[in-house]
Structure formats: structure tokens, C-alpha cells
């Protein structure tokens, strides 16, 4: 049975992803920051939860050693977490690297030690085409009329990280994903997006690759993107 993480998993899409993963038959942890909500959401959802903020070295290696402890070991692991800044200044900056790419560094170091003990490793990162050179420079794009320099240059951070893990670690696919656009708390002041259950669909697809699936790229639901 396979064994799932997924951080940012109480709401949004990663809430969704999980829970697809449950009806499919696997055991899923819901990590979220504030451990009151994660437990709700895992009620709902018939899964376990860890407290887990991306942010903080500490509740990182707590829930990665509680896994440890339960299961011995992770097959999947979704990078949900994630935050959208709007402003442009150095603390802004700070929180946007701080959780869409620094933390994506946190929590896999933490969980590698569990990845290399599985048969069949997916490492998941919800990504962005706005972090794609191709994309926001490319006219016909929606991205290229997107002003969103935090989360676009952070989400370019996190699809390197995809791939530098990719080559670093061959036995484990890391793949990125672009989930379509998505109604969350993330876009509510935009009030855009269609329903966070089809964009899990994305994400559940990498999610459960086979050993000879892809590994380091970026993708939507149509396929590769460039990047």
C-alpha cells in the first residue's frame, strides 16, 4: 500500500489530491501547518495528519520522523505548500522563497532517507508555468501579461529544484507540475479558477508514475511544458 505525503493538504488542491489518493487505496498523510486544521481535514478526508510547516526546520524533521516511525518508509511526496505575494519588497520576498522553494529543499532533504526505501518514489512539486522563461516571454501566453515577480521567480526556483533533484537522485522521480489554473485561497482575489478536484487530477497522475515513468520535467494536463 503505497504510503503519501503531501504538504499544504488541509485546503486547495493538495486537500484534493489527497483526497484522491484515499479513494484510490492509499494511506495519506495531510501535513499542515496548523495541526487543528490538518486534523479536521484528515477526518473528512479518512487520513492521517502530521503538523508540518514548510517554514520551520524542526516541525519538518518531527513529522518526516513520525512517518518514519509509522511506516518506514514514503513512496509519494506532493510539494503543495505554497503562497502567492502580490506586493514587491524584501519581506515579501523573503516569504514567497522562504515557502515555494526553500521549504520545498526542507522537506525533501527530510524525506529522502524514507523515498530511497520505496520500490516505486514520486516526488510531486506544484509548480507554475509562470515560472517558465518560455511562457511569460511568449506573447500568445496568458503568462506573458501576469505580474507576479515573487511567486513567478520563486516557482522558476522550484522547477530547478525538480530538476537538480532529478539528476541528483535517479532511483526517485521528481516531476513539476502545472495545475491549471484553480480556485483557492491562493486566487480568490482574483476570482478565477475552476474547481481545485480537477486540478488534483494533474497532480495525482504524477503522482503514481510507474518505475519507468518521467522524471525532471515540468508539466500541465496536455503534457510537457517548455520552461
Known sequence: MTV?????????????????????GHVVYV?????????AAAAVL??????????????????LAAIDAAEGRLDVLVHSAGVL???????????????????IVRVTQAALPLLRRSQNANVVTISSSAGSFWAVTNPERPEFDLSLALYSA???AATMLTVQYA???????FNAVEPGTTATDMTAA?????????????VVRLATLGPDGP???LSDEDGLLPW
Open 4 to 24: 503519501a505525503l503531501i504538504t499544504g493538504a488541509n485546503k486547495g488542491i493538495g486537500f484534493e489530491t489527497a483526497r484522491q489518493l484515499v479513494a484510490a
Open 31 to 39: 501535513g499542515a501547518r496548523d495541526a487543528a486544521r490538518g486534523e
Open 46 to 63: 479518512g487520513a492521517r495528519t502530521v503538523q508540518l510547516d514548510v517554514t520551520d526546520d524542526a516541525s519538518v524533521t518531527s513529522a
Open 85 to 103: 505575494e502580490t506586493g514587491l519588497d524584501g519581506p515579501a520576498a523573503s516569504r514567497s522563497f522562504e515557502t515555494n522553494a526553500v521549504g
Open 154 to 156: 520563486s516557482k522558476a
Open 167 to 173: 539528476k541528483a537522485e535517479p532511483g526517485i522521480r
Open 190 to 202: 482574483f476570482g478565477i479558477g475552476r474547481p481545485a478536484a480537477e486540478s488534483a487530477r494533474v
Open 215 to 217: 522524471t525532471g520535467t
